[in-house]
């Protein structure tokens, strides 16, 4: 239910399941993630079970249905018996009526094959959003981009080269250097970084004696990946002082608003601005965010995004670069902020774009380009 009132699933399940055994989390956080990544299929299947609409239901119904059809048509290890009987006994709690209706629903439910009305409830994905990747990348890496957002993702972390792989976990090597797939459970404390998010920082080119800027550094990754370059200075900010708490005292870490005037009185060799956004590269990861997300949001963001390039260049030495990337798969925030913030600017060379799509690439999807300053 808190993810139905905007909050994020894997913030609220870390707080429900920190005092559950360590198998019983995993299950809780597999369903949990499962329903929502393919809740388009299992509203399907609810409908073809029941015979009813899921906005017919009060939304607790829909939620058990959801949890108990995931479990018996997506996952080996449940007995259907007892996803049944659970399942019953959590719609008693909300309504005893329902327990009936949910019962009859769920003995109706098998594991044959289905033929899904259309390819937007066969990839569990908005019709709307669908058909934006097909108009941006093609249908055949739309269709990638949506069938990567169904599966778990890997989890990766960052050893900076020339550092030992810790001793208590087992990683293997990626095509990015610096950067390690983990195959054993992540230890309490270690920061995962996501593959794409450590491929775009290189594009920054950045070299011993630098001054570096961090716009939008929350949680402090892509900051303590920067600092294995000696710079002469970093400084990492952000709008959110909790989420700033989480970049290690590395650095000068400063609390700013970067869509206003920055109050710094030098200019920076290099500047990252990883801009806030819809996040829609992220699907796998954060699968609620294809059903929050709506059309008029990437106008929204972009309002937001051009704001804090703006900010940015004004603090770029001559000769510097600035790297703005999202992990938005939309033109809304990627290209068309570029462009228009750079329109008729002579002193400004867009060097690079660089995209990371899921399903073509490890890891989220990422926009990244780099603007020179001349």
């Not at 015979?51 to 607790?60: A, F, H, I, V």
């Given at each position: 239910m808190d993810v139905s009132q905007e909050a994020y699933a894997s913030d609220s399940l870390r707080e429900a399941t920190q005092l559950l055994e360590k198998r019983d989390a995993g299950l809780a956080s597999q369903i949990v993630f499962g329903c929502l990544r393919y809740q388009a299929q299992l509203d399907y299947?609810?409908?073809?079970?029941?015979?009813?609409?899921?906005?017919?239901?009060?939304?607790?119904?829909?939620i058990v249905l959801r949890m108990a059809i995931f479990q018996m048509r997506y996952l080996e290890r449940i007995p259907p018996h007892a996803a049944v009987n659970e399942s019953v006994e959590?719609?008693?709690?909300?309504?005893?009526?329902?327990?009936?209706?949910?019962?009859?629903?769920?003995?109706?439910?098998?594991?044959?094959?289905?033929v899904w009305p259309d390819l937007a409830r066969e990839l569990s994905c908005p019709a709307w959003l669908l058909d934006r990747w097909i108009d941006h990348f093609g249908s055949d890496q739309a269709r990638s981009i949506a069938d990567a957002a169904l599966r778990e993702p890997e989890a990766y972390i960052r050893i900076p080269p020339g550092s030992a792989p810790p001793a208590d976990m087992e990683v293997e090597p990626t095509a990015v250097s610096g950067c390690f797939r983990l195959l054993t459970p992540c230890k309490s404390g270690r920061r995962l970084h996501d593959i794409s998010s450590q491929a775009i920082l290189p594009l920054l080119d950045l070299q011993a004696g630098q001054s570096y800027l961090d716009m939008c550094a929350a949680p402090g990754n892509k900051t303590l990946q920067a600092l294995e370059t000696p710079l002469s200075l970093a400084v990492a900010c952000d709008v959110s002082a909790t989420r700033l708490a989480a970049v290690p005292p590395v650095c000068p870490r400063v609390v700013l608003d970067a869509t206003r005037s920055l109050p710094f009185n030098r200019n920076?060799?290099?500047?990252?601005?990883?801009?806030?956004?819809?996040?829609?590269?992220?699907?796998?990861?954060?699968?609620?965010?294809?059903?929050?997300?709506?059309?008029?949001?990437?106008?929204?963001?972009?309002?937001?995004?051009?704001?804090?390039?703006?900010?940015?260049?004004?603090?770029?030495?001559?000769?510097?670069?600035?790297?703005?990337?999202?992990?938005?798969?939309e033109r809304e925030e990627n290209e068309e902020v570029v462009r228009s913030v750079t329109a008729n600017r002579g002193d400004l060379l867009c060097e690079r774009e660089l995209w990371r799509l899921p399903g073509r690439e490890e890891g989220d999807g990422f926009y990244a380009a780099v603007l020179a300053k001349l």
């Open positions: 299947l609810i409908l073809l079970y029941s015979r009813r609409l899921p906005e017919q239901l009060d939304l607790p119904i829909v959590l719609a008693k709690a909300h309504k005893r009526a329902a327990a009936g209706f949910v019962n009859a629903t769920l003995r109706k439910v098998i594991k044959e094959n289905v920076f060799d290099r500047i990252l601005i990883d801009a806030p956004c819809s996040g829609t590269g992220t699907l796998a990861r954060n699968p609620e965010i294809k059903w929050r997300v709506l059309p008029e949001d990437f106008a929204r963001f972009q309002a937001k995004q051009r704001r804090i390039l703006s900010s940015g260049l004004q603090l770029l030495v001559s000769g510097g670069k600035l790297l703005y990337a999202t992990c938005s798969l």
